[in-house]
C-alpha cells in the first residue's frame, strides 16, 4: 500500500546552491529575465520544473518564492551551466529581486516538481494567461529537437505544430514573444485592452485552435478561472489537456502542505495533493477547480 504522504516527484534529485546573478534584463512592464550561474541544477532540470529562489543576508521577506525554469543556459561546450528564469514584480521579494546587478548572491534549491512528461501529439497547443507563459520556452525547445533536458538527457519525439496562445492585460505586458517566434512557434496574442492582438480573453484563440486542429494536446498556465475554462473547452473538443498551476508554495519540498490543490482520485473521490510534489503539472481532469 501506498503511505498516504508519498509522492512521485519527492526532491530527492534537487540540490542546494549558492548562486551568482550573471545578468538582469527588463523584458516587458514589470517584467525580468534573470540570468544566474547554477550548474548543479541547470543539468538536471526539465523543462515544467521550478526552483525555490530566497534573498541572501535577508530575513524579510524570510522564505523563497517558486520560479519556474524559462531555460537553461550553456557554455562554450554545450553544457549547461545556468538559468534563465523570467517573473513579473508583485511583491516585496521580486522588488528586491529585480534591483539586484551582476555578482549579487541568491540561494536555490531545485530541480522541483514533475515538469511536463512527454506526449506524442500532431499539434502541442500552449495556452498562457499572465506570465503563464514561462515555462514553455524551454518546452519548444525541446519538442523541436533544438535542445535536451535532464541528466541524463532525455529524449522526446519531436511534435510537428506548437501554437503558444498568450493572453495579457496590455501590450506593455507581452514578454518573450520574439524567442517563442525565432524558435517557430506560431503565437496569437490576446489583450483585455485590445492593445495586442485579438480584443478579448485567450481563451476565444484557445477555442479557434481547438476547432481547427484535431490530435492536439494542450498545456495551461496562468490564473485559475482561464486554466478551468481551458479544460473544460479542451473537454469539449474530446482533447487531452495539462495544467501547471501557480499555487503559492513555501518550502516547495513537500513540507508545509501550503500549495495543497483538490485532486479527483481513481475511486472518484478527491483528496488533497501538494503542488510542490505531486504538481505542478496536472491531468486537467483531476482538479476540482
Not at 109 to 133: K, M, T
Amino acid at each position: 500500500m501506498t503511505p498516504p504522504l508519498s509522492a512521485k516527484y519527492y526532491a530527492d534529485s534537487a540540490c542546494y546552491e549558492h548562486v551568482r546573478v550573471v545578468d538582469q534584463v527588463r523584458i516587458a512592464r514589470d517584467t525580468y529575465r534573470v540570468r544566474v550561474h547554477a550548474p548543479r541544477i541547470a543539468r538536471r532540470i526539465v523543462p515544467g520544473q521550478f526552483v525555490m529562489l530566497r534573498l541572501t543576508d535577508c530575513n524579510d521577506p524570510l522564505l523563497g518564492r517558486p520560479l519556474a525554469l524559462y531555460d537553461t543556459v550553456l557554455d562554450e561546450h554545450g553544457e549547461p551551466v545556468g538559468l534563465d528564469i523570467v517573473y513579473i514584480v508583485l511583491g516585496k521579494m521580486t522588488s528586491r529581486l529585480a534591483a539586484l546587478a551582476a555578482g549579487a548572491p541568491l540561494e536555490m534549491w531545485g530541480p522541483l516538481g514533475n515538469g511536463f512528461e512527454p506526449r506524442e501529439c500532431a499539434h502541442l497547443l500552449l495556452a498562457a494567461g499572465g506570465i503563464g507563459q514561462t515555462p514553455f520556452l524551454a518546452l519548444a525547445q525541446e519538442v523541436f529537437g533544438k535542445r535536451r533536458y535532464g541528466d541524463p538527457p532525455r529524449h522526446r519525439k519531436r511534435i510537428p505544430r506548437v501554437t503558444l496562445c498568450y493572453g495579457v492585460r496590455t501590450a506593455e505586458l507581452l514578454a518573450g514573444v520574439a524567442d517563442f517566434e525565432a524558435l517557430g512557434v506560431e503565437v496569437r496574442i490576446s489583450s483585455d485592452d485590445g492593445t495586442a492582438g485579438h480584443h478579448g480573453l485567450v481563451t476565444d484563440l484557445i477555442g479557434d485552435v481547438l476547432r481547427e486542429s484535431t490530435g492536439c494536446h494542450t498545456i495551461c498556465c496562468g490564473p485559475e478561472p482561464m486554466m478551468a475554462a481551458t479544460a473544460a473547452l479542451c473537454r469539449e473538443a474530446g482533447e487531452s489537456c495539462d495544467v501547471s498551476l501557480e499555487t503559492p508554495m513555501a518550502c516547495g519540498v513537500g513540507i508545509c502542505f501550503s500549495c495543497v490543490a483538490k485532486i479527483r482520485q481513481e475511486d472518484g473521490h478527491w483528496d488533497y495533493k501538494r503542488t510542490c510534489v505531486d504538481g505542478p503539472v496536472f491531468d486537467a481532469e483531476s482538479i476540482l477547480w
